[in-house]
């Protein structure tokens, strides 16, 4: 198990060694981040895909990415053993620290190993339900689980799968979208407080850095819409629980240029005004990752996307995403050698200025 997370100093001696342009780095909590991490949600659960990810990983860490993300039901646990691989060989190379890189992973669906040769069910069985882990009527209709018992034999596989003795991020996944259909929003908003009292817990254990939501219609819907959720009410949720020094500092949901509602959709309340998501999220110092850049190569269709800056479509949609105010970094994600290289191109390209962003805001609302 390699020790340590993520640091003031560590992320940002990366950042002054990394050959990647310095306006590409940003600081929230202490901590300096690169404004593109890397994704490693889909793919196939084989070992050619395990490799291809591992690579990926080395490569984006080494142009100056030291974002990752993944989860433990990515590719049934072989993502984030991806994610650990890549990280351990290049502490064991020297390439890296583990100080430098800003790991986050995702709990909460239902997962199964897929190193372990057996039906999705049948491991559901004998690994959580008949060792106590679940119990009848844990898991949602979305097969999705907040329990405390299933959150903490998730975080501990986590750890195992990344070879980490502690997470930079951990998010509940896709929570209120996963729980919704079967429970009240009071109800719901009840686990979600034992929920993070019990990540508050993780972090005194020195298992957990901060914690999150990663989310997908909860933050970008009305308010009258049974899925949506007040960011504000989940910060003094956090508060409640944690005190001012709450691990609660990050929020994943989707945005580009089409799913655009965390910018201009003003469904968040906050001192009694109506703003966008982000706006919020800049006000609370809530720090943000955004997730489907490229609507999984939708966008990048020829005529797609409106044209700026003499730009590749790819380099574009992340241009446009990082240079979003609110925003800390989009998450791409990328396996092939051919778009790892194409993508990270954009390392080497200062983002856009505010009068930049809003000129090209502009031309796409008007």
Not at 24 to 41: C, E, M, R, W
Not at 207 to 225: I, P
Not at 356 to 363: D, R, S, V
Request: with cysteine; glycine share 8%.
């Amino acid at each position: 198990m390699i020790s340590g997370h993520s640091t003031e100093d560590g992320t940002k001696e990366f950042a002054i060694n990394s050959a990647a342009n310095k306006d590409n780095f940003k600081k929230i909590h202490g901590i300096t981040l690169s404004n593109i991490g890397i994704g490693t949600y889909l793919g196939n659960a084989d070992s050619q895909t395990d490799e291809a990810v591992a690579n990926a990983v080395k490569k984006s860490i080494l142009s100056g990415v030291n974002v990752i993300d993944t989860a433990i039901n990515y590719r049934s646990q072989k993502a984030e053993r991806s994610v650990g691989k890549a990280i351990s060989d290049l502490i064991k190379e020297g390439k890296i620290k583990r100080e430098q890189i800003f790991v986050c992973t995702k709990n909460g669906y239902l997962t199964n190993d897929a190193d372990v040769k057996q039906d999705f069910w049948d491991y559901v069985k004998t690994e959580y339900a008949q060792k106590g882990i679940l119990a009848e009527g844990d898991v949602s209709s979305g097969y999705h689980c907040m329990t405390i018992p299933y959150l903490q034999d998730q975080l501990e596989r986590s750890l195992k799968n990344l070879g980490l003795d502690c997470i930079d991020l951990l998010y509940l996944h896709n929570a209120v979208e996963g729980q919704i259909n079967d429970i009240s929003k009071d109800e719901f908003l009840k686990k979600l407080k034992l929920v993070f009292e019990f990540f508050e817990k993780m972090r005194k254990e020195g298992k957990l850095k901060f914690y999150g939501l990663a989310t997908w219609e909860c933050f970008r819907v009305s308010s009258e819409n049974p899925q949506y959720l007040s960011l504000q009410d989940t910060v003094s949720l956090a508060e409640e629980v944690g005190g001012k020094d709450h691990g609660f500092k990050f929020v994943q949901l989707p945005y580009n240029m089409y799913y655009d509602q965390a910018l201009l959709k003003k469904n968040q309340i906050l001192d009694d005004q109506n703003v966008s998501f982000l706006d919020a999220a800049v006000k609370l110092n809530i720090g943000v990752f955004t997730s489907v850049p490229f609507m999984q190569g939708r966008l990048l269709a020829p005529g797609v996307m409106a044209e700026f800056g003499d730009l590749k479509p790819s380099l574009r949609a992340l241009q446009f995403i990082r240079s979003t105010p609110g925003v800390i970094a989009p998450l791409a994600g990328q396996k092939s050698a051919e778009h790892v290289s194409e993508n990270l191109e954009i390392m080497n390209i200062p983002p856009l200025t505010e009068d930049e962003f809003i000129a090209i805001l502009k031309t796409l609302i008007s």
